[in-house]
């Protein structure tokens, strides 16, 4: 056992399935998160106030800290904060940091998108600790985001074309960061995580369709279509001007990848998307 574990990103889509895991298997647990009074957590985990921009909060939340999940990056400008995340464990006295990062980090054909892990990749690799880096694919819990127009019957909206992603179950992203959390074996790796199997977002559609059992429709959307779709759900314009370039590199088949690291790590075969679907559907309104 492990003497105290900070989850940072806590209540986000990996830091709370990382935090039940780790609490499942008897750990002792920090969550931090921007409002512990409203934070679900499991009995028994620690909620500390903070955010990973307020260095100060992160400090304090490191205090007799041995091991540390770091998310830091959750846009354009969060390069600085990564780097400080990592810094802060270093200064806490953390032994192991494991940070999520995302798939296509470093290629320049994914455009700036490509680069917002970077400093906190290199940061970690420098830092002197045990630490693992996790690049995971697209979670099959994005399409979440279209159900609302599936209860409703209407089209999910494509911005993505034919191009196809290894989609993959986030907790099997969350599994393995608990591994590599636990587990000195796992220093010194990246990892890519990706589901079994390559999808676009009409294969997903007709994955979610067969489990339904009613037909679930697509629109592709225009360039045009794609930003206007973007600011309605609230993301900034440099946001959406460097997500159309790594969309684009979607749609011309550039993360078609598919890795054997989440069975190498998990000794089982990933997840498949339909696998997440069948656990999900009632949030899309089961027949």
Do not use: C
């Amino acid at each position: 056992m492990v003497a105290m574990i900070l989850v940072t990103g806590a209540t986000g889509t990996i830091g709370s399935e990382v935090v039940r895991q780790l609490v499942a298997r008897g750990e002792k647990v920090r969550a931090l998160t921007r409002n512990p009074g409203q934070a679900r957590v499991p009995s028994g985990v620690e909620a500390a106030r903070g955010h990973h921009a307020d260095r100060a909060s992160v400090d304090a939340a490191l205090t007799g800290v041995e091991v540390a999940f770091l998310v830091g990056v959750f846009g354009p400008d969060d390069a600085e904060h990564d780097r400080g995340l990592v810094a802060a464990a270093q200064a806490a006295g953390v032994r192991r940091i494991v940070k999520l990062s995302a798939i296509g980090t470093g290629d320049p054909a994914v455009g700036p998108v490509g680069t917002w892990h970077m400093a906190g990749e290199q940061a970690v690799r420098d830092s002197g600790l045990e630490w693992t880096v996790l690049r995971p694919s697209a979670f099959a819990s994005n399409t979440l985001g279209w159900a609302a127009s599936v209860r409703a019957g209407s089209p999910i909206p494509n911005t993505s074309g034919t191009g196809g992603q290894g989609v993959v179950d986030p907790r099997d992203v969350s599994e393995v960061a608990v591994a590599a959390l636990l587990d000195t074996g796992h220093a010194g790796r990246t990892y890519t995580l990706t589901g079994p199997e390559v999808l676009s977002v009409p294969g997903q559609a007709a994955v979610l369709a067969g489990v339904l059992g009613r037909p679930v429709e697509v629109r592709d959307l225009s360039t045009a279509e794609a930003r206007e779709y973007l600011l309605g759900l609230g993301f900034s314009d440099t946001f959406i001007d460097a997500s159309e370039i790594s969309r684009a590199y979607v749609r011309g088949g550039g993360n078609e990848v598919v890795t054997d690291d989440v069975p190498e790590v998990l000794g089982r075969p990933a997840r498949t998307y339909r696998e997440w679907a069948e656990d999900h559907k009632k949030m899309f309104g089961e027949a």
